[in-house]
């Protein structure tokens, strides 16, 4: 389905029935990256799976890709789509637009499940960043993708630091990370205390590191759904 946002006709489509569940893509892919653990999640909820910004059946639009932009484009969806607070699940690229969400529109988040996300640019490991500047039209495998390498490779290039702001978050957040990520020790247990977690009381927040995993492969962790469900089901 469809619906204009923004500039776009942003496009997501639903599986399975119950609480809501949106599920947000990394980069230069579309909702085709939950395949893995999607049948775990809409087995309980209803997902909804969107292609953000320029990415699988969601057009481009006349505006730069950044990650406050685009997560607007999801609060207004969940508006469209008479929600009011929902859970929210953010892989990478999408990761990066659900903490956004969850900063700009905090009224609309229930619980937020970041999987391998940084909260400032610094935190990704100096090969990555290296890799990041080289984005742009050459890195694409066609003509179709230039547009979309060019953007990409504009917003990877820009410096961000959300500090202040993850340390205002009030909901829930679970943070998944795989155990060869490409995110430095530090950023994780940065952000896993900046929301309250590493210290003797609980918190409602959670931190999890899958093994046997890469940034790349995370999704396909047999364990991801049931520590999802866990989690929203707390």
Known sequence: MHVSVNGLNLYYETHGTGEPLILLHGAVGASEMFAPVLPSLAAQRQVIAVHLQAHGKTSDADRPMRFESMANDIAELIRHLGLTKTDVLGYSFGGAVALRLAVQHPELVRKLILISVAFKKEAFLPEVRAQMAQM???????????????????????????????????????????????????????????????????????????????????????????????????
């Open 136 to 234: 742009g039209p050459d890195a694409a495998v066609n003509a179709a993708q230039r547009a979309l390498f060019t953007k990409l490779g504009d917003l990877l290039r820009r410096n961000f630091d959300w500090t202040q702001e993850i340390d205002a978050l009030t909901m829930p957040v679970l943070l998944v990370f795989a155990d060869a990520d490409q995110y430095t020790l530090a950023h994780i247990a940065d952000f896993y205390r900046a929301l309250g977690g590493g210290q003797y009381e609980r918190s409602s927040s959670q931190l999890a590191i899958l093994p046997d995993t890469t940034h790349y492969d995370v999704l396909s962790s047999p364990v991801l759904g049931t520590i999802v469900n866990a989690f929203l089901d707390r």
